[in-house]
Antibody, heavy 119, light 107 residues
Framework: EVQLVESGGGLVQPGGSLRLSCAASGFTFSSYSMNWVRQAPGKGLEWVSY????????YYADSVKGRFTISRDNAKNSLYLQMNSLRAEDTAVYYC????????????WGQGTLVTVSS | DIQMTQSPSSLSASVGDRVTITCRAS??????LAWYQQKPGKVPKLLIY???TLQSGVPSRFSGSGSGTDFTLTISSLQPEDVATYYCQKYNSAPFTFGPGTKVDIK
């Protein structure tokens, strides 16, 4: 069974940093591209970042470029999001989502971890 | 960047009604369009990909159509368990933008 479990969320002050993790199981993690998607309270879905299976291709949304860094450790079946210079508008539930190999759809999502940026 | 819009932003329909949601891309995206269902407090669930392919396990009352810039999601007979917000998403190239969502509830 495919499982994605996010962790690392919490309360952080504006300007602070946080590192999110997504632990993957039930599939060959090293073969799949991954994404981070976030959802602010009461708002819609916002794609944040993408990383290819080998980490050779990385994309960011303009809203986080220069502040967030996506990475992965295929040996540990883990995906990460390093978030620096956090702002109030970064407050959201952060989901990791797998990209299927053939169809490129976001087929499996984790349960999400809440990040709150507030003083 | 390509922008995604959805209409309506919300709708209310009766059980058994046919419901149609429209998604429009500001530029052509071929058929790289997915639809997700998100129930209150839950994780988004993939319903349809490649504009019209039903994800495994999704009820057949859901269908999708379109190509290029205009797409539709249809629920042929609305059920109480379909109360949710529905999002379209382009995935032909980054950024993998989502539409603003359409909230569906029961009249």
């Amino acid at each position: 069974e495919v499982q994605l479990v996010e962790s690392g969320g919490g309360l952080v002050q504006p300007g602070g940093s946080l590192r999110l993790s997504c632990a993957a199981s039930g599939f060959t993690f090293s073969s799949y591209s991954m994404n981070w998607v976030r959802q602010a309270p009461g708002k819609g879905l916002e794609w944040v970042s993408y990383i290819s299976s080998s980490s050779s291709t990385i994309y960011y949304a303009d809203s986080v470029k220069g502040r967030f860094t996506i990475s992965r450790d295929n040996a540990k079946n883990s995906l990460y999001l390093q978030m620096n210079s956090l702002r109030a508008e970064d407050t959201a539930v952060y989901y990791c989502a797998r990209v299927s190999i053939a169809a490129r759809k976001f087929d499996y999502w984790g349960q999400g971890t809440l990040v709150t940026v507030s003083s | 960047d390509i922008q995604m819009t959805q209409s309506p932003s919300s709708l209310s329909a009766s059980v058994g009604d046919r419901v149609t949601i429209t998604c429009r891309a500001s530029q052509g995206i071929s058929n790289y369009l997915a639809w997700y269902q998100q129930k209150p407090g839950k994780v988004p669930k993939l319903l349809i990909y490649a504009a019209s392919t039903l994800q495994s396990g999704v009820p057949s009352r859901f269908s999708g159509s379109g190509s290029g810039t205009d797409f539709t999601l249809t629920i042929s007979s609305l059920q109480p368990e379909d109360v949710a917000t529905y999002y379209c998403q382009k995935y032909n190239s980054a950024p993998f933008t989502f539409g603003p969502g359409t909230k569906v509830d029961i009249k």
